[in-house]
């Protein structure tokens, strides 16, 4: 599965994402993540049945961590994986699974300026990858907004090229409907219109995702 051979030659995306399949571990699915100067192993356990002492209600139940050998600081794999926690929860058909544990688990190799988007988004590839019936398709993008302009998915470094950048959003949305903001969070307080600024300049990225993630699903 290369999502980035997907992606057309003239997308801006061409060359800052791909998706590699590893070989399976005890029938799970698992992928390299690949985006901008951050890589990632994520692997998906279960769906597997709760015990009856453990099953919170009728809805799956999914736990996510984090495991990044010191490249993390430890309350940032922690606040990480309670973001992830909560967006999952939302693209997860999690009545479809009553009673039942879906584990989510990153091995993090690099971590990036953006490493935050590359997780959720390695998440939602593993999802498509382990075949788990989803209400919707997200993906996450990480902005370093400037007075002028926008960098998607900055890495080391780059944000401070530009005198004017002053603030980093990371806005996950609903593939097929992009106004659609399904979780943001940004180091400093953002204006609903700084916001839309955002939103207009990630719009012309969604078309070629759309295409990438329906061609890896026709070809798995």
């Known amino acids: 599965m290369q999502v ?9 995306l061409k060359g800052l994402l791909a998706v590699e399949r590893l070989p399976n571990v005890n029938d799970n699915g698992c992928i390299r993540y690949y985006q901008r100067d951050s ?21 799956a139940y999914i736990k996510v961590m984090v495991k990044s050998k010191g490249k993390l600081e430890n309350d940032r794999e922690l606040a990480y994986e309670a973001r992830i926690k909560e967006i999952l929860e939302s693209v997860v058909n999690l009545e479809e699974y009553p009673r039942m544990q879906i584990e989510v688990i990153y091995w993090v190799y690099a971590a990036g300026e953006s490493i935050f988007s590359a997780l959720v988004n390695a998440a939602f590839f593993s ?45 996950t949305v609903d593939l ?4 659609e903001i399904v979780h943001s969070s940004a180091a400093t307080p953002l204006s609903w219109s700084e916001i839309e600024n955002a ?4 719009k012309t990225l969604v078309p070629p ?12």
């Open 199 to 202: 939103l207009t300049s990630i």
């Open 127 to 171: 999802l498509l990858e382990n075949g788990l019936s989803l209400v919707r398709s997200i993906f996450t993008f990480e902005l370093d907004l400037g007075e002028e302009d926008v960098i998607i998915f900055p890495k080391g470094g780059q944000e401070t090229e530009v005198k004017s950048r002053k603030k980093t959003l990371a806005l």
């Open 39 to 59: 890589i990632v192993v994520c692997s998906i356990y279960g769906p597997k049945v709760l015990s009856a002492g453990w099953a919170p209600n009728f809805k």
């Open 209 to 220: 995702l759309i295409s990438a993630v329906k061609a890896h699903l026709k070809s798995s």
């Open 176 to 179: 097929n409907n992009p106004d």
């Open 4 to 12: 980035e051979e997907d992606i057309s030659q003239e997308s801006p």
